[in-house]
């Protein structure tokens, strides 16, 4: 806690134009409430800050005796690295440029955390989907293709709403965020409630208006198609591979489930084939 506290990261780097201000504690630590858990990445993590947070709140949660859960720390700076490795080396520490670095290598996580830099700060490369100028959006949008739910502190304009230091909730989108929104397909949204404001005076040499903001990345079709466990999901891949409609998709989940609920009993896997069969017939029908 003290070296995170006291190691300055711009001592002995240019930290401005970088976007390295690392996040203070008493706000990460407001901020591990959000992380939902399960095998974790931060993304830009600095000297772990956040991770560390986020790991020691999922320990102390799961009681003592759980198998531990995996959290892995991607950051560009060596000597940032090398300070986290220290301080959290609980961590598997990998010194990368997110944009230029076989994330999917990693195999898929439940939740990925953030305090990117923000804004036109420059950057190797972009998201698959968003084509904006704000880093944290490209962040995000590469997040989603890796975890089932992202944690994240962004800049409070490019959140769809403000809730830090201003006297109640309200919701407010820039065109940045819409065309994020639109490009991705994500939707930010407020967390359990922390107000970032309480700790704008201690963050090192800014003092940003920031909010935390969550997204479900598990239901967005994308995923859907991809998990390997789930068995709704390998439906769903199949019917996306065969051009079923979405929406098409989810009324036959939605009947399916209706029938199971009535207690009417079939056998799988007829049931799959009319079902796949059903489909084929209204595809050759457009
Ligand atoms: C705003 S700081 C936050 C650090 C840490 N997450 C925290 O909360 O204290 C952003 C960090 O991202 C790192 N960074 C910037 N661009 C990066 C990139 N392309 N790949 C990996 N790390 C990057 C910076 O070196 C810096 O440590």
Sequence with gaps: MFVLDNWHEGANHINGSAGAFFTPSGLAGDFAIDACGGRTIDLCAGIGVLAFHVFWRGYYARGQGAPEREIVCIERNPAYVEVGRKVLPEAKWICADVFDFDLRGLGHFGCAIANPPFGATPRSGSGPRYTGRSFEFHLIDIASDIADYGAFIIPQMSAPFEYSGVQCYRERKSEDYLKFAEQTGIHLEAGCGVD?????????????????????????????ARSPTDPEAELRALWTEKRAPLDRQDAIIAEVAAKAKAGIRFVEPPVQADLLAEIERSSSKR
Excluded: I, L, Q, T
């Design 196 to 224: 970032c404001s309480y700790h704008r005076d201690v963050w090192r040499g800014v003092a940003p208006n920031v909010e935390v903001v969550c997204a479900n990345f598990e239901d967005m079709p994308r995923n859907k």
